[in-house]
């Protein structure tokens, strides 16, 4: 430590030679304010290498985070489920185009094979008459519905299947026990009704098709697991998958294999605004026959 010294007179007139400590402030202020501003300058330095190292390892974690993201989202579009209380898809769930109907390859079936029996279809097109079902925006279900059947129909039709059509205008009303009877007692071989779903009373993100079928009537799950995924595959719309219940009375009380789909979302804007067009509908459609003709024909062309 350097010695310092102050000059001080003695009341005599002496002068002494006074050592003083290196912090007395008479005479190391200068040299505190230096060491002051170094120490604050050092903490600058330590504070900022530690904010970086934060932001670097925040950086490299949320790097980790997204690749094991990705992977997770391979492993589930390898192995799709979907959780049948809620109805929340765990697995795979294709989204539509949003600004166009997917391109498909055109329908492999061909037509029924020579000397087979020519089944009879039973196509229920829901609501009608004085029900007019869900009503989003202008677009009214019954309509839709009977839009659908009647291309359904027409395909089935140039297949070589026969159809009966269990509602065939849009101002006739028909009970569901009636409709269910008169699949029955024409005898037809398969039954299909079409609907449009909804969620709530607005306009949401909630899309997809979903199937239903009741366990009850022997045949009725195979028949409703081929329709559906012909009817994913041709639009690419959102699985939502099969929905076994005993709770639709035109599923349960129909003898023959049945199910029922749920071909959109009329609250969600870009389901409703594609399933009014004549394209998306003969997506739904084609899609439909061809889980039909599957059923009764298999692979065969």
Known sequence: MDRQYDRRKHRNGEVNLVRMSSYDNRVSRGGGGRRRRRRAKNSAILLAFSLFL???????LY???????????SDI???????????????????????????REEPTTTG?????KIPLVAIDAGHGGVDGGSDRKGVLEKEVNLEIAERLAEKLEDLGFEVLM???????FITKQDRAAKAN???ADVYISVHQNTYEEQDNEVSGVETYYCEDTEGSKRFAELVHTGVVTATGARDRNLRET?????????NMPSCLVECSYLTNKKEREAIVTQEYQDKLAEGM??????FFYGDEQ
């Open 63 to 73: 790097y980790v985070m997204r690749l094991e993201a990705r992977e997770n989202m």
């Open 77 to 103: 579009e390898v192995d799709g489920t979907v959780d049948q209380q809620t109805g929340t898809v765990l697995g795979k769930t294709p989204e539509r185009d949003e600004d166009a109907v997917p391109e």
């Open 289 to 294: 026959a061809e889980g039909i003709y599957k």
């Open 246 to 254: 005993d709770g639709l009375y035109v599923v349960r009380e129909a």
């Open 112 to 116: 029924i094979p020579q000397g087979e």
């Open 185 to 187: 007692e024409a005898g």
């Open 166 to 172: 269990i509602r065939e205008d849009n101002d006739t």
């Open 54 to 60: 934060i932001v670097s390892c925040m950086g490299a």
